[in-house]
């Protein structure tokens, strides 16, 4: 520990641009499905990974920071989250997840209001959490906007990707938000693709300004974007039927980049899923149904859509919102022990680790710029005192764009204004 922090105090008194990092000598998670790598090297300079792995070769006039005994891991990608647009659940002021009276819907982009000061993002944080995949929610509409990937880094601009995914309810929520059934989420679909085509057609004699438009033009815009596969589009469902539906969306709109949201009855349609190349972003261990799409909910199901060949991230997503996100580590350390049980179907440690690392981002076509610790990523490491998906293990420091993060949470600040009981002059709600 002495060491560690040492090295870490070094890297205070270097400008973070011009310092080139070597993390030595601990156990290195890479986050690409490869298996944890004994006595690695993790390079890095410049916000960029240089180099990780076995027999790494470390720079002349490298900072090193002795990470003996310790696991240097990729960051965790939150895959489907609020972070940075609530402060407080349940206070209308502080929420801007979803916005029931705009007559906007595909058009909002939530990395508008993304808060880099909120108290969950430093929790986050510290939880080993550094970027992460913000969505907003539905309110008038089965579109709920443009979602955007952030980081959880202490500074002033946390938006990686502005307008990096649509999202979309369908199903039992979108059955709700259309009116009161599938048919007319499906029907309320293919008619906002359709009046963006309209739109592409002839921008001026579109409309979209009028009260009552069914479609205002930013909206159009935005669709037009998932129409021709610039933006992916993040589709929520639960059930093997909607599921298959949602799949049939490429027959009339080809280009259409698919994201399956939540997939809880995915492992029925696994090949399916499979063969139309669609990534899922699934719920972690929705193992009972929790609704009627989900009946068929099995805490093997992300191992079943692995095992058919799915490329699957994990979420929250049908568990809780923000704060919270760090759980997924232990989600991730779940499915091995799935796979260990007597005809459980789970994952190995490097299948489950990239769950909640590289392929959340490559849901999004960003793996080549987040989500692992391969040459040319972002420099998002996080040094861990044991294995990453142990519960009993807890982050020691993190780097995001190479740069080492405070490691104070709220929880840690009341921890220590607390733990004596007795009052001193003022209240200790008056301490800083």
């Known amino acids: ?30 986050g690409d499905g490869s298996q944890p790598i004994a006595n690695g090297v993790v390079v890095f300079c410049d916000g960029r990974i240089v180099a990780a792995g076995p027999n790494v070769p470390v720079p002349a006039g490298a900072t090193i920071v002795d990470a003996r005994g310790k696991w240097v891991a990729a960051g965790i990608v939150a895959g489907f989250t ?28 939530v990395s508008t209001a993304i808060n880099p000061d909120g108290v969950e ?63 007319a989420a499906y029907a309320m679909l293919r008619d906002a693709f359709a009046q963006a085509q309209d739109y592409r057609r002839s921008p001026t004699g579109f409309g979209g300004r009028e009260k009552d438009s069914l479609l205002k033009r930013a909206d159009a815009q935005a669709l037009l974007d998932v129409l021709d596969g610039k933006t992916p589009l993040l589709v929520h469902v639960e059930r093997a039927a909607d599921i298959r539906m949602v799949l ?48 068929a909910a099995t805490e093997t199901n992300v191992g079943r859509l692995t095992r058919a060949g799915v490329s699957v991230g994990i979420s929250t997503v049908d568990i809780n919102t923000a704060p919270g996100e760090h759980v997924l580590a232990q989600y991730a350390g779940n499915l091995v022990a799935i796979g260990k049980v007597p005809r459980g179907i789970g994952l190995d440690w490097g299948q489950a680790f990239a769950t909640i690392t590289s392929k959340p981002a490559a849901a999004l076509g960003m793996d080549g710029e987040i989500g692992s610790l391969r040459t040319g ?12 998906l142990e519960l009993s293990s807890a982050p020691e420091q993190v780097f995001i764009d190479g740069r080492a993060q405070p490691m104070e949470s709220r929880q840690k600040l009341l921890q220590r204004r607390y733990a004596v009981p007795t009052e001193g002059a003022l209240p200790k709600a008056y301490d800083r």
């Open 121 to 183: 993002i430093g929790n986050e944080r510290a939880g080993g959490v550094t970027r992460a995949l913000v969505a907003p929610g539905t309110a008038g509409s089965i579109f709920a906007g443009r979602g955007a990937v952030i980081d959880l880094g202490a500074d002033v601009d946390p938006v990686t990707r502005a307008r990096a995914f649509q999202y979309v309810e369908l199903g039992e929520e979108g059955a709700r938000r259309a009116g009161g059934s599938r048919p």
């Open 248 to 295: 049939s969306l490429r027959r009339d709109y080809p280009a259409i980049r698919l994201v399956l949201v939540g997939a809880t009855e995915g492992w029925m349609v696994a090949q399916e899923i499979a063969t139309a190349r669609v990534p899922v972003i699934a719920a972690a261990l929705a193992d009972l149904p929790f609704s009627f799409e989900s009946l």
């Open 377 to 388: 990523r972002r420099a998002d490491v996080v040094i861990w005192d044991g294995d990453p």
């Open 1 to 30: 520990m002495k060491a560690l922090l040492l090295g870490l105090a070094a890297l205070v008194a270097v400008p973070a641009a011009a310092q080139t990092i070597a993390i030595t000598g601990g156990t290195v998670a890479i």
């Open 82 to 109: 609020n972070l940075g647009l609530v402060d407080a659940e349940g206070i209308e002021e502080s929420n801007d997840v979803s916005a029931s009276g705009s007559p906007f819907a595909a058009g909002i982009d």
